[in-house]
């Protein structure tokens, strides 16, 4: 709530200093990029740093445009010494806690007290604070010891051996017993004892009650699900809905699915995101070796949904140890730039989120050195995903380049063979001048062609901040009159309207009540990124998606198929017109749609963002200026600057 009132302060003094110029504006901003979810986003994990060291860096990481920081594990880790701050011989630690609970001192990372002041000054920031959690094993004792090598100063409440499994060494991806009821060379906690269950759901909520907005699981694969059978628990249901209903803010759950599951990964997804490390290694490999077409690769190859997925180019493991699954184990040869030509495509795809791993520093608890996590590219693709949130995506490469539109406005390049010249078939971006948001350069759309000059770090990221991320059309009803014979051999028709910004659909059956031959579909009011129209072949709509539109092919459907897109008001077929005839888009900021722009127009809008008046039809279509689907203090501000010129 505070967030959400500080946007509204800032957005009613822009708007008083408009009207009133004689009244200053007195309000303390922060440059921010931040969402209302991490979902998304984009994470910064800032690996060993204290909670003190990211609070100092929270201007440049708000500035850089992550909408989140990911902590290292926030309990007691196992053989602290305050003098031993070597990262090399001591961050493994952190995954051997001695505990289920915050760690207040003996650790590198802070206090509890730390954490809670991260995790407020962040909020001023709007920036996410997302906690790492070991809840699958606890410290060794490689000496020895009972409960499967327990080490002997873990928290005495634990010192139980109800509390671990006690089957011997071996965990095989092939198996979800041996996965999940076996260790791995530490003492792995019986996560499907209740007790457990309660100690790590009791961490959870006192991270909530410091303010921590969201969770990665570490060895969350290691844990067991619902759905596996002999050895299933309800952990992941206990725990994940325990602290939902903690917090009364919003949670961001996701874990650690390194490898083969050994289950569909949607029983996983279920509960939270996972990470996708094999999407995120090919990409780097991809760079690497300057190979396109396959960086441009769409596929998600742990097979979860985007919108469940977490993806990088490099993890923790991956450059402190060797745990990568592509031409390298381990990354931290690599260099910046190849780390961020693969960056420009993963970090800008659609509905995943993104996590950037902040190279750490030598010693323990200090923040990066390696500063690439804030340069002026990493920053400039962090912007660019977060300006088109909620837009879909179109992957392609041309010679040594791959790029990703997102939207119909905007562009991410990366020329894997350096900075210069390039001429791009256009699949989704529309016409028009745009400006690269790295080097300044100007690009242009014509004639299907993106072209442009590409700065010396071989990336760009090409839009107009001051334009919506895509067009939205609003139906309701839709029309379309016959103009072939398609309507005349018994054959039914549907339409199908999607939202990209909050992944809605609605499929609608089209009927002729007046036999006239105008075929018309009663469609609920809303912001729709696209509407299709489909020949169903006499059967539901709801049943038959053998001839829907491809989100993933042209705006229009290639030769052939029985779909076609009406968002742009007519399409040709078989030498006729079908015409749409719901409402066009009108003069974006129009909110009292009287044709023109004024700061009426932004009051309006603030109203709205406030609760305090509903907007609807074409008047809360124009009042969605950045185009996410949906009236937030962010509109009025683009009203307020359009305005103002």
Wanted: aromatic content about 10%; hydrophobic content about 35%.
């Amino acid at each position: 709530m505070k967030r959400k009132l500080i946007g509204i302060w800032l957005v009613l003094c822009l708007i008083v200093s408009v009207i009133l110029p004689g009244i200053p504006v007195t309000a303390e901003t922060h440059e921010t990029y931040a969402q209302q979810t991490v979902q998304g986003a984009v994470i910064l994990h800032c690996f060993n740093w204290s909670y003190s060291s990211i609070r100092a860096a929270l201007p440049d990481i708000a500035a850089a445009g992550y909408t989140a920081v990911q902590t290292s594990p926030v309990q007691q880790p196992k053989d602290y010494d305050a003098a031993w701050t070597n990262s090399d011989g001591q961050w493994w630690k952190l995954y051997q806690p001695l505990g289920l609970s915050i760690a207040d001192g003996g650790t590198w990372l802070g206090t509890r007290a730390e954490l809670c002041d991260l995790c407020d000054e962040a909020e001023e920031y709007g920036i996410k604070v997302i906690v790492d959690i070991v809840a699958n094993h606890l410290a060794n004792d490689t000496e020895g010891g009972t409960f499967a090598h327990l080490n002997e100063n873990v928290d005495s409440a634990l010192q139980n051996a109800d509390y671990y499994h006690t089957d011997p060494d071996f965990v095989s991806d092939d198996s979800r017993y041996t996965m999940t009821q076996r260790h791995l060379g530490m003492p792995d906690l019986n996560t499907g004892n209740d007790d457990i269950q309660q100690y790590v759901l009791d961490l959870l909520c006192d991270c909530v009650d410091c303010g921590v907005d969201g969770f990665r699981f570490d060895a969350a694969k290691h844990i067991e699900l619902p759905t596996d059978g002999d050895c299933a628990s309800d952990f992941w249901p206990t725990v994940i809905n325990g602290a939902r209903d903690h917090a009364d803010h919003e949670l961001f759950f996701y874990g650690e699915i390194l490898g083969g599951a050994g289950t569909d990964i949607g029983n996983y997804t279920n509960y939270i995101a996972v990470t996708d490390n094999y999407t995120g290694d090919r990409a780097l490999d991809k760079a690497y070796w300057c190979a396109a077409a396959e960086l441009a690769d769409s596929t998600y190859y742990k097979y979860a949904e985007p919108g469940k997925s977490v993806l990088w180019v490099e993890s923790h493991d991956t450059y402190m140890g060797n745990s990568g699954t592509a031409w390298t184990g381990n990354t931290s040869g690599v260099s910046d730039e190849v780390l961020q030509k693969a960056w420009a495509i993963v970090g800008g795809r659609a509905y995943s989120t993104a996590l950037y791993l902040a190279r750490p520093n030598e010693v323990m608890g200090a923040a990066s050195t390696d500063t690439a996590w804030k340069s002026k590219t990493v920053s400039e693709i962090n912007k660019f995903k977060n300006f088109f949130d909620g837009t879909n995506e179109y992957l392609a490469s041309y010679g040594n380049t791959a790029y990703n539109e997102r939207g119909t406005r905007g562009v991410v390049i990366s020329k894997l063979d350096g900075g210069g010249e390039v001429s791009l078939p256009a699949h989704r971006i529309k016409d028009g001048t745009y400006t690269d948001q790295i080097t300044g350069n100007t690009f242009t759309v014509q004639n299907g062609t993106i072209s442009g000059t590409v700065g010396d770090s071989g990336i760009a990221a090409v839009y107009d901040p001051e334009r919506p991320a895509a067009d939205y059309i609003t139906a309701s009803p839709i029309y379309l009159e016959p103009c072939s014979n398609w309507f005349n051999d018994g054959a039914r028709f549907a339409m199908y309207l999607y939202n990209a910004g909050t992944n809605a659909s609605v499929w609608a059956d089209m009927t002729d009540p007046d036999g006239d031959g105008v075929y018309s579909a009663d469609l609920p009011e809303g912001l729709w990124s696209f509407v299709i129209f489909c020949r169903m072949n006499g059967q539901a709509a709801e049943n038959n998606w053998t001839n829907r539109w491809n989100q993933t092919d042209d705006l229009f459907p290639p030769e052939g198929t029985n779909c076609f897109s009406v968002a742009e008001g007519t399409w040709d077929q078989g030498g006729g017109t079908w015409s749409w005839y719901g409402p066009q888009p009108g003069l974006p900021g129009d909110t009292d749609l009287d044709g023109s722009l004024s700061a009426a127009d932004a009051l309006l809008t603030m109203r709205c963002a406030m609760g305090i008046i509903v907007l609807d039809g074409q008047g809360l279509l124009n009042a969605d200026m950045d185009g996410d689907g949906s009236v937030t203090a962010t509109d009025a501000i683009l009203i307020m600057r359009a305005v103002i010129g």
